[in-house]
């Protein structure tokens, strides 16, 4: 099955200061096999969860090798990949830690300070 990349893989990296050409197709088959183990992983941890689950959404650094490997396994998942996929991680984790520190103002509105939050009723209003 010959599927398009799902993230263009730099032609060029440099690893220990050595120019390594990424399109070799030796370094693309150590790249699959290093990906099958966690994707084997994470399927046996979701195993009979899989008809609840309606789309894979791949973030962090370069997910492509992760994605083609699901893919094959389950060719009619969709599998998503946002733009700049390593900052999404990041910006989850963020959304969640803002909505925590939402919480914990309404609940302790006296501790806003400590979450940069500012004050519900400033002095002097």
Do not use: T
Not at 1 to 18: C, H, I, S, Y
Not at 43 to 71: C, F, L, Q, R, T
Not at 102 to 122: K, M, S
């Amino acid at each position: 099955m010959d599927r398009p990349r799902v993230l263009n893989v730099p032609e060029v990296a440099k690893l220990d200061g050595r120019a390594i050409d990424m399109k070799d197709p030796e370094i693309l088959a150590a790249a699959r096999r290093a990906v099958r183990d966690p994707v084997s992983i994470m399927m046996n941890g979701i195993k009979g969860a899989w008809d609840i689950i309606d789309m894979v959404v791949m973030v962090g650094g370069h997910p492509s090798h992760y994605a083609e490997e699901i893919a094959e396994r389950m060719p009619d998942m969709p599998i998503y990949v946002p733009k700049h996929s390593v900052f999404r991680n990041v910006e989850g984790l963020q959304l969640i830690g803002e909505g925590l520190g939402q919480g914990l103002a309404e609940r302790h509105p006296q501790e806003r300070r400590y979450l940069g939050l500012p004050h519900p009723n400033p002095p002097g209003r």
